[in-house]
């Protein structure tokens, strides 16, 4: 009976071409498969299974993952001995033992992602790397109300980058989409019990049109019932968002 | 008679050889003065004069330099195009025409240099680029009381990386040293009438030690009484420290 055990990673996406191991790509599900197998003296590859991919250029603040051992570690030390040899992009967190029936993503009940604008003149450069620039003044009401239209259960088929790829089907249930501003900082938050593929960064994309008054907050209504994407929902660059914790 | 213009400068030091021009390395200094050769079709190199080096890896949240023209340009629009032009990691915050007597250097009367120390186990991978990592817990109280025996008048030799190089003598004063602290961040901000050569990350470097408990607060006198650089005093990390603001 192999012994499994529960991550807490956080990273810097951008160098990296996403979670998702691919050939001639460094991903950070690759960087740490190697590393683990390497570590445990493992024959075979040491699989890791997050909670969800993130894109090229996202990063993560609390991405969960799990992965089996055939013997037991010391967590403590082991988890040490890792952020030892990942590069310092890519920090784990925490790491514990779990029981066998825990799965970093179907036992994954919800999800908060972070997703980070800056509405000034000229984005510091030490931010250019985490932040979505946007020169125009946004209307923080106007995307507030937009946001609480999104909220609840909804068909949000128009708010993904590929629909009929989303094998679990499009409903889902954003429990809470707040808008945040701080000087030139906008952060929104959104927790939810799913996200489809590049929901968040529609969502985003969509709230920043609202923003600029390029749309009414009520257009969030309308995509909604009109049920399919159309090229009035953008995507919003990879580096503003944030996979900011795992709820299980 | 050429023209004067002053420009506020922010920097991520981090892919640059420091601020002052070198052969074979990409430095600040160089990206700026090729371009404004370049822009201005200048067939002399325009020089770019600044407030005074920064070291390969430091940042400025408020660099100040000067460079002259023959003709006059619109700084607004010029500005735009300079930002347009470089890489996101160097940022022209503002441009304006001054008087010929106005020097970047000389008329300075005054630098804040602030020093950023993340105090926590695990270094958030984007914060990497911007701290001094520092896991064991530091005695903000001991670092405080460093800091004030620090200011004033002093002969700063003992923290100058290299007191023989310094013409202008190694006696400066330190109007305000703060030692702040936010969770696990600590920010030292310090301001004075000039700074010796690596001054700011050898004052940092020494209330590290306080902070760790390895020196008392009271060494700050021993060591400026002594009057000589010794191995007790070490030389933070770059990438923590920030020129903040030149006062004119």
Avoid at 18 to 33: D, K, L
Avoid at 82 to 107: G, M, W, Y
Avoid at 115 to 132: S, V
Wanted: charged residues 25%; without cysteine.
């Amino acid at each position: 009976m192999p012994t499994r055990y529960k991550m807490k990673i956080a990273y810097d996406g951008t160098r990296y071409a996403g979670w998702q191991v691919q050939p001639r790509h460094r991903t950070i599900q690759g960087e740490i498969e190697l590393l683990l197998t390497r570590m445990t003296g493992q024959r075979k590859h040491v699989r890791v299974e997050s909670s969800g991919r993130t894109d090229a250029g996202v990063h993560a603040h609390g991405q969960v993952a799990h992965f089996d051992l055939p013997g037991r570690i010391d967590p403590a030390y082991f988890r040490r001995g890792l952020n030892a040899q990942l590069d310092p992009d890519i920090r784990i967190l925490t790491l514990e033992e779990v029981e066998p029936s825990f799965h970093a993503r179907f036992s994954a009940v919800g999800k908060e992602y972070r997703y980070f604008i800056y509405n000034g003149k000229i984005l510091p450069p030490t931010k250019r790397l985490y932040r979505l620039h946007e020169i125009r003044p946004l209307d923080i009401g106007a995307m507030r109300s937009a946001a609480e239209l999104l909220a609840g259960e909804h068909d949000f088929a128009p708010f993904s980058a590929n629909p009929n790829r989303e094998i679990d089907g499009t409903v889902r249930t954003i429990h809470a989409f707040q808008v945040r501003k701080h000087g030139s900082e906008i952060e929104l938050e959104v927790q939810g019990n799913g996200f489809l593929y590049k929901m968040v960064r529609s969502l985003s994309g969509f709230l920043v049109r609202v923003g600029r008054g390029e749309l009414d907050p009520g257009a969030a209504v309308d995509i909604l019932e009109h049920g399919k994407r159309t090229a009035v929902v953008p995507t919003a660059a990879p580096q503003g968002l944030f996979l900011w914790k795992v709820f299980y």
